[in-house]
């Protein structure tokens, strides 16, 4: 299927590792011109080398002077991919989180989408019709023992992604999440551990799996899907309690 992408351009945030990385290769696969954010200017310089025509934005999404200074040359955007996160604390209750540590995870995971598309909402409309992506999680509506903090902020994401789905729509600009379980990323091999992702019955999608979800939800072929969380996760939510 022809996604409808060819010569259209879009910001891919976090674009240095996982997620972010094989977003900004799929769409550059798909003749879309990509503007790469991360914080990380080597890892950025790699994914840039993989993207031909790309331009490399190093900013702190959780800052916001540098999410100005790095996007302002960006006057015209098809879309938006928000994958910049982080984990935070794993397998700690509450009582061992330091405020600083809850406050890191909603600045990145939270704050960070604000930051950014709040910056280039001149652009998307400048597009005429567009399309936002926010990475969430399936934390958003199941939760891991000891992830109290990225499980909120997953949760957020989801919910600031459906606010702004009724915002923009008289500006022509859809907002959606996808929201997969465990994706095998340097993050989840972090926190999880080698052991864990490679034994064979762990249920893990590659990050390319999840580069296409998104690649559909940028493109016009989803148009009408809008306000929506395109949950990835093997089915694990839509089993009942019940026992059977
Ligand atoms: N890996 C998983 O299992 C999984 C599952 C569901 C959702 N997600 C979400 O997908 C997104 C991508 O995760 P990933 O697994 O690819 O992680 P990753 O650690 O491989 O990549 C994250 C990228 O974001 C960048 N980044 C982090 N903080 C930043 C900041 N403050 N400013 C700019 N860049 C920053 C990092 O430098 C890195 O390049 C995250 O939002 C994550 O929560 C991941």
């Known amino acids: 299927m022809d996604l409808q992408l060819h010569g259209t351009t879009a910001l891919v945030t976090g674009a240095g590792s996982g997620i972010g990385r094989a977003v900004a290769l799929a769409l550059a696969a798909e003749g ?6 991360d914080r990380d200017e080597d890892a950025l310089s790699e994914t840039a080398a993989a993207c031909p025509g790309s331009s490399v934005h190093v900013a702190d999404v959780t800052d916001e002077a540098q999410v100005d200074a790095a996007l302002g040359s960006l006057d015209r955007l098809d879309a938006v991919v928000c994958c910049a996160g982080i984990s935070g604390p794993v397998g700690a209750g ?10 890191a995870v909603f600045a990145v995971n939270v704050t960070g989408p604000f930051l950014v598309l709040r910056r280039v909402l001149p ?18 509506f199941v939760a891991s023992p000891g992830m109290a903090p990225y499980c909120s902020s997953k949760g957020a994401v989801a919910q600031f992604a459906r606010a702004l789905s009724v915002d923009l729509a008289r500006d022509g600009i859809r907002v959606n999440t996808v929201a997969p379980s465990v994706v095998d990323t340097p993050m989840s091999r972090g926190d999880l551990g080698d052991a864990a992702l490679d034994a064979p019955d762990f249920p893990v999608q590659t990050a390319d799996e999840v580069a296409a979800h998104v690649a559909y939800l940028v493109s016009p072929r989803s148009r009408a899907v809008n306000g929506t969380t395109l949950l990835s996760d093997f089915g694990y939510t839509a089993r009942s309690g019940f026992p059977a």
């Not at 509450?94 to 406050?103: F, G, K, M, P």
């Not at 652009?123 to 934390?139: E, K, P, Q």
């Open 32 to 37: 879309v011109r990509v503007a790469l954010l």
């Open 94 to 103: 509450i009582e061992d989180i330091t405020l600083a540590q809850w406050n």
């Open 123 to 140: 652009a998307l409309r400048a597009a005429g019709t567009a399309s936002v992506v926010l990475l969430s999680s399936d934390s958003a």
